[in-house]
């Protein structure tokens, strides 16, 4: 009898070599006698990046200096997605600065309590209203459902595909307690044209966020929503809140993705390649791959048993499929394990080569155990995707490590060689 490993995704020779050492003295001393090869396919097989990634924009990243602004302006965008509040809020709990920088204690007018009536200020005049409670109050009163012709918001609503949050968008903004503190703070024209501004993206921010990936909108486009309400409600379209976006710009930069992606693009693909292009690779020549496979096995007449990890399982799977299919089981083939594979999920989304969505698995087909752990997210169950098939069997084994430990993790496990000694004589396989 003979194990024949085949390593996944992302392996290279060195990590191949210690996982190897680490698989053969696990099997050997549970099956003596037999034979336990390896078939190393990644530097043949895998992917690498054949132009040295001239293709990734900021491959070669340019000299540090200022924040670019079009990163700081996409950053302190994807901070309103996340929160669209997060600048109402900063001016809710802020204000507008301390005596002489515009605030209540200036002169220019009471601030107010967290329901916009005046009462932070214990020199507020009784009765005067704040000026930013008039903002919210246009706020409150804009329709929901401005007209698609005739009215430049309402044509820019629905041609991003926002016009369906938009109502949502209103409503939530207008009765948040962030926006009636901050209106009830803004007790000055000055105050009150930043607060309209920040309610503008507040709004803005809502519907984009509730559209995700069906909005439709430029920055351009945005940038116009943003400007149309703010006049709407009374403040300088041209004008960005100068307090809260200064703040919360500096913030965006340094808690949000966008502006690290840029600056790391060229290392993050030069180190995602191996891993993520193995599986891009194999999907679009995974012929190759298999044909070697197939010539690994074939070498050795004697049952074999099979052990595929990751993509190793997924092109296990492919080959022996094919192969039933044409009546031509592969030689020796007798147990199939697939540790950590994702080809029960790529069979769901019809994207195995030897299986249409749905197909069962041919006649010829061996024995399949299939391994998983279900903090593994790349680890999938076969069982359910070919319900009442006697030859599939699914085992989980739990490492009690997160992602991405517990992908390799299966290999230092006694349960997994437990349970594969267990199939070897389910199978007969002397």
């Known amino acids: 009898m003979r194990f024949l490993f085949v390593h996944g995704t992302g392996v290279r020779r060195e990590r191949h070599d210690r996982?190897?050492?680490?698989?053969r003295d696990r099997l050997t001393a549970r099956f003596p006698r037999a034979r336990v090869d390896s078939c190393y396919w990644g530097d043949r097989f895998g992917a690498t990046l054949g132009a040295g990634g001239r293709s990734v924009p900021g491959m070669r990243p340019r000299p540090a200096a200022a924040p670019d602004p079009v990163d700081a302006e996409t950053a302190e965008w994807a901070l309103l997605l996340a929160d669209p509040l997060c600048e109402l809020r900063v001016l809710a709990e802020a204000?507008?600065?301390?005596?002489?920088?515009?605030?209540?204690?200036?002169?220019?007018?009471?601030?107010?309590?967290p329901?916009?009536?005046?009462?932070?200020?214990?020199?507020?005049?009784?009765?005067v209203r704040p000026a930013g409670t008039g903002v919210l109050a246009l706020l409150a009163a804009l329709p929901h459902d401005p007209p698609r012709t005739g009215d430049e918001l309402g044509a820019l609503l629905h041609g991003t595909g926002l016009a369906a949050g938009y109502p949502a968008a209103l409503d939530s903004t207008a009765a948040s307690a962030e926006a009636a503190r901050a209106a009830g703070r803004a007790a000055g024209d000055a105050q009150a044209r930043e607060l309209a501004s920040a309610l503008a993206r507040a709004v803005t921010a809502a519907a984009l966020a509730d559209a995700g990936a069906d909005a439709d909108c430029t920055g351009a486009e945005r940038d116009?929503?943003?400007?149309?309400?703010?006049?709407?409600?009374?403040?300088?379209?041209?004008?960005?809140?100068?307090?809260?976006?200064?703040?919360?710009?500096?913030?965006?930069l340094r808690v949000t993705t966008q502006p690290l992606l840029n600056a790391w693009r060229g290392s993050l693909t030069t180190g995602a390649t191996p891993a993520l292009g193995d599986i891009l690779r194999y999907q679009a020549r995974g012929h190759e791959l298999r044909a070697f496979l197939h010539a690994r096995i074939t070498a050795d007449p004697g049952p074999t048993v099979l052990v595929g990890h990751s993509l190793g399982?997924?092109?296990?799977?492919?080959?022996?499929?094919?192969?039933?299919?044409?009546?031509?089981?592969?030689?020796?083939a007798r147990l199939l394990v697939t540790v950590g594979s994702q080809?029960?999920?790529?069979?769901?989304?019809?994207?195995?080569?030897?299986?249409?969505?749905?197909?069962?698995?041919?006649?010829?087909?061996?024995?399949?155990?299939?391994?998983?752990?279900?903090?593994d997210v790349l680890a999938y169950l076969a069982g359910p995707v070919f319900p009442g098939d006697p030859r599939v069997t699914d085992h989980e084994i739990g490492s009690r490590q997160p992602f991405p430990a517990c992908h390799s993790a299966y290999w230092k496990q006694d349960a997994l060689y437990e349970r594969i000694e267990q199939a070897v004589a389910e199978a007969e396989i002397g």
């Open 19 to 23: 996982l190897f050492a680490l698989v």
């Open 95 to 113: 204000g507008w600065g301390p005596p002489g920088e515009g605030g209540a204690a200036s002169g220019e007018g009471p601030a107010g309590g």
């Open 115 to 127: 329901d916009g009536a005046p009462g932070d200020d214990p020199f507020a005049m009784p009765g």
């Open 224 to 252: 116009r929503l943003v400007e149309l309400l703010t006049t709407r409600l009374g403040g300088d379209a041209r004008v960005p809140g100068a307090r809260a976006a200064a703040v919360l710009g500096r913030l965006a």
């Open 313 to 332: 399982g997924i092109a296990l799977v492919d080959l022996l499929a094919l192969a039933a299919a044409r009546r031509e089981a592969v030689p020796g």
């Open 343 to 375: 080809a029960p999920f790529l069979h769901e989304l019809g994207a195995l080569a030897a299986l249409e969505p749905g197909a069962k698995l041919p006649y010829g087909f061996p024995r399949w155990l299939n391994v998983y752990d279900r903090q």
